[in-house]
């Protein structure tokens, strides 16, 4: 079945820790889309990908960094954790030409203690 | 740039009432606009997606309209049930077809 999968579902982390987050998608949807939301407030995009090797940060200024090696592959990184990190991370994807809309994986709940 | 927003910003209905969510955007020139559940601690759900030459889309008890001109669009609920609850979200999508922008949600709570 065609989904997006995100790993992990929940990481707690000590500061100053480096982690990745991992999302993969099986549509074979072209561009990918981070996204931070903290508990009861609106998500704001952090990085985005229109294909291999093309990442562009969003709107929200974020420490974090990604890329995106192949199609289906879009990892976010945080070299140096820190408790402002906490959030829920959610990672999305969808076709170069919608109308099919966004799909989204089922989040990452990060807490860096 | 384009702000969405969404009222009420919490609801609370008994089980069985209709109901509706509204959405409003600032730059009616979108592409599309899609509804999303989400559940506590979850990530999203895409409920309905209309794009921006609809009217309206309809799914099982939820019809969504979308009037692009005066920047509106409405989640419509029919005979609502407790597992409706969560927050409902409205996204626009800009003409590329690519970044959506989200509302702050609805939180709807349908006691039994």
């Known amino acids: 079945e065609a989904d997006i999968y995100q790993t992990p579902r929940y990481l707690v982390i000590g500061t100053g820790k480096k982690i990745t987050l991992e999302c993969s998608q099986t549509m074979g949807h072209d561009k990918m889309y981070w996204y931070q939301q903290d508990p009861g407030m609106e998500l704001h995009l952090i990085h985005y990908s229109y294909g291999v090797n093309s990442t562009e940060k969003g709107d929200l200024s974020s420490e974090s960094t990604v890329s995106r090696i192949r199609t289906e592959h879009f990892p976010l990184t945080l070299e140096s954790a820190r408790p402002s990190h906490t959030s829920q991370y959610l990672c999305?994807?969808?076709?170069?030409?919608?109308?099919?809309?966004?799909?989204f994986g089922s989040g990452t709940r990060l807490t860096v203690v | 740039k384009q702000e969405v927003t969404q009222i009420p910003a919490a609801l609370s209905v008994p089980e069985g009432e209709n109901l509706v969510l509204n959405c409003s955007f600032t730059d009616s020139a979108i592409y599309n606009l899609q509804w999303f559940r989400q559940d506590p601690g979850k990530g999203l759900t895409s409920l309905l997606l209309?794009?921006?030459?609809?009217r309206e889309q309809t799914s099982g008890r939820l019809n969504a309209s979308l009037d692009k001109s005066s920047g509106r669009s409405t989640l419509y609920i029919a005979a609502s049930q407790p597992g409706d609850s969560a927050t409902y979200l409205c996204a626009v999508g800009e003409t590329s077809g690519s970044r959506l922008t989200f509302g702050e949600g609805t939180q709807l709570t349908v006691n039994p």
């Open positions: 999305a994807s969808s076709y170069h030409s919608a109308p099919y809309g966004y799909t």
């Open positions: 209309i794009q921006s030459s609809q």
